[in-house]
């Protein structure tokens, strides 16, 4: 089965750090852009950052720009989203997503969710 | 940096035909990929490049892109279709991924 399975989502203090999984199965990574993107609470979605499945090309959202940072592991077949400087806006749930390597940019595939939440 | 403006909510009647508009600086030249989703899930592509279904998404559900605006139609709106929509687009010139507001669904 396709899938994405994220983990890692907790409790944190602003200003601290939380490092996101994102486990695949059913597919390799070879071609395929993988993403995050959040959505906090009773708000829309937010596209936070991608990187391409090599690791040669990695892009942020300037919300998040300096103070996160998307990897790989193919050997894994896991993406993980390093989240330094937490600050109580960055509460949301976190979707991982693939997009491929088509250069049309959509998300075909996306897990299920996992929440952090920034909170003193 | 681009903007996507959706209306905050539609409503239609059940079996009528529901409009969701997204609207963007010439927005027709850009693909616009459109998603659903429902309270406590996560979003479901369900148009592709301004028209195109993904396998298992409804003929009911299609899409268009001309000008300034894109637009998600739904044929005969079910109950089931209640949801929150988003539309979605790359931003060569930042070569960033932008969503709409998204639009909230609800079946009369």
């Known amino acids: 089965e396709v899938q994405l399975v994220e983990s890692g989502g907790g409790l944190v203090q602003p200003g601290g750090s939380l490092r996101l999984s994102c486990a695949v199965s059913g597919f390799t990574f070879s071609g395929s852009w993988m993403h995050w993107v959040r959505q906090a609470p009773g708000k829309g979605l937010l596209w936070v950052s991608r990187i391409y499945f090599d690791g040669s090309d990695t892009i942020y959202a300037d919300a998040v720009k300096g103070r996160f940072t998307i990897s790989g592991d193919n050997a894994k077949n896991t993406v993980y989203l390093q989240m330094n400087s937490l600050r109580v806006e960055d509460t949301a749930v976190y979707y991982c997503a693939r997009s491929d390597g088509d250069g049309y940019n959509f998300f075909d595939l996306w897990g299920q969710g996992v929440l952090v939440t920034v909170s003193s | 940096s681009y903007e996507l403006t959706q209306p905050v909510s539609v409503s239609v009647a059940l079996g009528q035909t529901a409009t969701i508009t997204c609207v963007g600086t010439d927005i027709g030249s850009k693909n616009v990929h459109w998603y659903r989703q429902k309270p406590g899930q996560a979003p479901v592509l369900v148009i592709y490049r301004d028209i195109h279904r993904p396998s298992g998404v409804p003929e009911r559900f299609s899409g268009s892109n001309s000008g300034n605006t894109a637009t998600l139609t739904i044929d005969r709106g079910q109950g089931g279709d209640e949801a929150d929509y988003y539309c979605?687009?790359?931003?060569?010139?930042?070569?960033?991924?932008?969503f709409g507001g998204g639009t909230k669904l609800t079946v009369l």
């Open positions: 979605q687009v790359w931003d060569s010139r930042t070569r960033t991924i932008v």
